[in-house]
């Protein structure tokens, strides 16, 4: 069956930085996009970061443009965020989540790990 | 860029009631980029609805989903006790490519 399971998380001091995973199993991980979602305590859904399918576009939300880079790792199923120069509005619940179609981006996201909590506070 | 306005922010309903639940676009808003997510507290989010009418795989036919170019509904026709939740839709769009979500309607049991 399909799993992502995040690491990664924890408590770190505004301006460092930090590194989450996504492992992913259970299906054809260089064949999905990848996105990023997070949620702050309480609040909505915030799309952070999309990356295609074999690694050749990545996307970001204005919010984070600069500061995070996302990537994957085909032949370690694995999805990565990296997060730098992290301020206290970044402090939310981190979400791995995969496309719904093979090759796709423009989909929903049928998918999603457990999360992963990241707090930024000195 | 799509700003996404769900409405309302709570509905207070009963079990075996029908649920109507808004998703308006700020511009139009292709349907087969329309989609539907469940929260409950504590876990991620599921999809619902895709391409703003499809249910994915596993969902009861109790959801369905409708509309086009900026207003968007999600109905769930009888609630059912696992159904109190909160329900968020998002748009895929292509230039840039990206997701927006909405700001979620939360239905609560009366």
């Known amino acids: 069956q399909v799993q992502l399971v995040e690491s990664g998380g924890g408590v770190v001091q505004p301006g460092r930085s930090l590194r989450l995973s996504c492992a992913a199993s259970g299906f054809t991980f260089s064949s999905y996009g990848m996105h990023w979602v997070r949620q702050a305590p309480g609040k909505g859904l915030e799309w952070v970061a999309v990356?295609?399918?074999?690694?050749?576009?990545?996307y970001y939300a204005d919010s984070v443009k600069g500061r995070f880079t996302i990537s994957r790792d085909n032949s370690k199923n694995t999805l990565y965020l990296q997060m730098n120069s992290l301020r206290a509005e970044d402090t939310a619940v981190y979400y791995c989540?995969?496309?719904?179609?093979?090759?796709?981006?423009?989909?929903?996201?049928?998918?999603w790990g457990q999360g992963t909590l990241v707090t930024v506070s000195s | 860029e799509i700003v996404l306005t769900q409405s309302p922010g709570t509905l207070s309903l009963s079990p075996g009631e029908r649920a109507t639940l808004s998703c308006r676009a700020s511009q139009s808003v292709s349907s087969s980029y329309l989609a539907w997510y469940q929260q409950k507290p504590g876990q991620a989010p599921r999809l619902l609805i895709y391409g703003a009418s499809s249910r994915a795989t596993g969902i009861p036919d109790r959801f369905s989903g409708s509309g086009s170019g900026t207003d968007f509904t999600l109905t769930i026709s009888r609630l059912e006790p696992e159904d109190f939740a909160v329900y968020y839709c998002q748009q895929y769009g292509s230039s840039p490519p990206g997701l927006t979500f909405g700001g979620g309607t939360k239905v609560e049991i009366k």
């Open positions: 990356i295609w399918y074999d690694g050749s576009n990545k």
């Open positions: 989540a995969r496309t719904q179609t093979k090759y796709d981006i423009l989909t929903g996201l049928d998918y």
